[in-house]
């Protein structure tokens, strides 16, 4: 059985940081890539960033380049997603996500909340 759980999120002021944790069981977490998603009061969910089964491979929404970054630690599970130079724009429950044999998993989701 696939699980997701994330954690990390919680209330930050602008600019500040915050690392998203996800830990995966129910699947060989070495052969599948993952990737984190929001969703805002309103509006549709997004991709926010990706990442292969090979690591060196991400893909990153233009919005969060160059402040966020997905890694795998194959050993723990777990993907994480290490948020810099928060905005208020980033406010928004956070997902993981893994496709396991072509059929999407999601975790509960995490709250971040940009605000000062």
């Known amino acids: 059985q696939v699980q997701l759980v994330e954690s990390g999120g919680g209330l930050v002021q602008p600019g500040g940081s915050l690392r998203l944790s996800c830990a995966a069981s129910?699947?060989?977490?070495?052969?599948?890539?993952m990737s984190w998603h929001r969703q805002a009061p309103g509006k549709e969910r997004e991709l926010v960033a990706a990442?292969?089964?090979?690591?060196?491979?991400?893909n990153y929404a233009d919005s969060v380049k160059g402040r966020f970054t997905i890694s795998k630690d194959n050993a723990k599970n777990t993907v994480y997603l290490q948020m810099n130079s928060l905005k208020p724009e980033d406010t928004a429950v956070y997902y993981c996500?893994?496709?396991?044999?072509?059929?999407?998993?999601w975790g509960q989701g995490t709250q971040v909340t940009v605000s000062s």
């Open positions: 129910g699947f060989t977490f070495s052969n599948y890539g």
């Open positions: 990442i292969a089964h090979v690591d060196i491979i991400t």
């Open positions: 996500n893994a496709k396991v044999y072509t059929v999407p998993y």
